[in-house]
Nanobody, 114 residues
Framework: QVQLVESGGGLVQPGGSLRLSCAAS????????MGWYRQAPGKQRELVAV???????NYLDSVKGRFTISRDNAKNTVYLQMTSLKPEDTAVYYC????????WGQGTQVTVSS
């Protein structure tokens, strides 16, 4: 069992930046993919960014060029650097570890508003 704890969310103005962190209670190297999802009110959860074990990165079209996913295996932590934030980025962001089993964090709220 792996526990994932997100942090770094908050309220930011349009155009601002935030860095989300996802700290795992165990090693993340055994997972095929580490990713970030988000869910806005009234909408389905969507994949925002994923980082594979061979360091391939895939992004939701609407965040390409603005968001960057990275990992620090030594710290068992995955990051999501978000820049040029827009109001439509407002959502609860969830960390995901995908392998033989899937694990989710509890989510962190990101609100982009002036």
């Amino acid at each position: 069992q792996v526990q994932l704890v997100e942090s770094g969310g908050g309220l930011v103005q349009p155009g601002g930046s935030l860095r989300l962190s996802c700290a795992a209670s165990g090693s993340i190297v055994s997972f095929n993919d580490m990713g970030w999802y988000r869910q806005a009110p009234g909408k389905q959860r969507e994949l925002v960014a994923v980082l594979t074990t061979d360091n391939r990165r895939n992004y939701l079209d609407s965040v390409k060029g603005r968001f960057t996913i990275s990992r620090d295996n030594a710290k068992n932590t995955v990051y999501l650097q978000m820049t040029s934030l827009k109001p439509e980025d407002t959502a609860v962001y969830y960390c995901n570890a995908a392998g033989a089993r899937w694990f989710w964090g509890q989510g962190t709220q990101v609100t982009v508003s002036s």
